[in-house]
């Protein structure tokens, strides 16, 4: 262990290893991001400094998302694998012991779930705002669903530590809307990403020069049919409040609600969310450069070969 007593440690060096890190143990992307920034952005008793009042650094990382596979499946289906945000978290669980025992800086993994005091929809932090921040995405018209123009869709986890290092830029620029897009918007006043959605919760604008001019997501209409930690509480009650027991009997074990009891018993993360409808025609998710896992691996042959 580094004895930061006797051994100063370079920033920059330090920086290096934490990334080299995270890009070992599987992240596509990571950065540092700017904690006065973010301070700026989120709102009190959501910053970084409430979680960890000691924090000096927030590194961000992205893994990658589907497969190729996955984005034809039935949404019903893409909701129970399409997700790989468990590898995320596992990286970042790492890094923060990476830290400690190399520099013997405290570190916490930042916990991407929600306050128990803010309700169901309002995180402890802001993952996407730390990824942003860090130069790992831009924000797009679905929803705000941050994307990367060599990557695609990603997940994102963060740590926090007492480690002080350099940050890093947001993006210069925004992959999102593509030419396609623009294009359809031009034509019919929607992207795919608006157009496919079930619920219709996506609108915006785009200006003159195709960039984003507006961007709208009606949040609660997309949650009552793809957060479930939503729906599962109204199902108990619905059951509760059921006139006799064969009445709640088929609340409990409706095919619709029967599947919630399936998810928690598998430790299934898509039981907090399963739509990908925007994601699954957004030509940045499917078709980025490396969006596809067997060309990231390709690419990744290649590089190690020179």
């Not at 932090?125 to 990824?131: F, I, P, R, V, Y």
Request: aromatic fraction near 8%; include cysteine.
């Amino acid at each position: 262990m580094n004895d930061a007593k006797t051994a100063p440690i370079d920033p920059n060096e330090a920086k290096t290893a934490v990334l080299d890190y995270c890009k070992r143990k599987g992240a596509l992307v990571a950065g540092v991001a700017d904690l006065a920034a973010i301070d700026r952005f989120a709102p009190p008793g959501h910053r970084p400094r409430d979680m960890f009042p000691t924090v000096k650094s927030v590194i961000s990382l992205g893994v990658g998302g589907q497969t190729q596979g996955a984005w034809k499946v039935p949404s019903r289906a893409l909701g129970f694998f399409g997700s790989s945000e468990g590898r995320a978290y596992k990286t970042a669980f790492g890094l923060a012991y990476f830290i400690e025992g190399k520099y013997g800086m405290p570190s916490i993994y930042c916990p991407a779930d929600n306050d128990p005091l803010g309700g169901t929809r309002l995180p402890f932090q802001s993952m996407k705002l730390h990824a942003e921040l860090a130069g790992l995405g831009a924000r797009s018209l679905a929803g705000d669903i941050l994307l990367h123009p060599v990557y695609g869709y990603m997940y994102y986890a963060s740590v926090f530590t007492e480690l002080e290092l350099p940050p890093d830029k947001p993006m210069e620029g925004n992959p999102c809307p593509t030419p396609s897009c623009v294009d359809l918007f031009r034509k019919g006043g929607q992207t795919p990403c608006m157009k496919f959605c079930p619920v219709q919760c996506l609108s915006g604008d785009i200006d003159g020069e195709g960039r984003q001019a507006a961007m709208r997501y009606e949040m609660a209409r997309c949650a009552e049919m793809s957060e479930q930690y939503e729906a599962l509480p109204g199902m108990l009650g619905a059951a509760m409040a059921a006139p006799d027991a064969q009445a709640r009997e088929g609340v409990l074990h409706d095919p619709d609600n029967a599947i919630l009891w399936y998810k928690m018993s598998v430790g299934s993360g898509g039981l907090l969310g399963q739509c990908f409808e925007c994601m699954r025609v957004c030509p940045i998710a499917t078709k980025a450069p490396l969006a596809d896992p067997i060309r990231r691996a390709a690419q990744a042959k290649k590089e190690a070969a020179r």
